[in-house]
């Protein structure tokens, strides 16, 4: 069974920057997509960045420019390296990875950005 395993979040000052990683771990992991997805108290989870297994990616407009998702496939795991962060970047960050047939979540880690 495959697992994800978030890390990277925490408390930063706004303009600040973290790198989140996703690490998937278990059986035969040939995922067609990654992503990173997050949820605010209050709100809806919602798609931040995603990468395709051919490398193409696909962001929400409130972060293009600011984050890049990448993947190194020899590790199973996928980064997302967020730039210039504002207080509205605030929420759980929840990695995914979807292949044919299935759909997991990792637990999910917190992001704080302070003005």
């Known amino acids: 069974q495959v697992q994800l395993v978030e890390s990277g979040g925490g408390l930063v000052q706004a303009g600040g920057s973290l790198r989140l990683s996703c690490a998937a771990s278990g059986s035969i992991f040939s995922p067609h997509a990654m992503g990173w997805y997050h949820q605010a108290p209050g709100k809806q989870r919602e798609l931040v960045a995603t990468i395709n297994s051919d490398a193409s990616t696909n962001y929400a407009d409130s972060v293009k420019g600011r984050f890049t998702i990448s993947r190194d496939n020899a590790k199973n795991t996928v980064y997302l390296q967020m730039n210039s962060l504002k207080p509205e970047d605030t929420a759980v960050y929840y990695c995914?990875?979807?292949?044919?047939?299935?759909?997991?979540w990792g637990q999910g880690t917190q992001v704080t950005v302070s003005s």
């Open positions: 995914n990875a979807k292949g044919l047939g299935w759909n997991i």
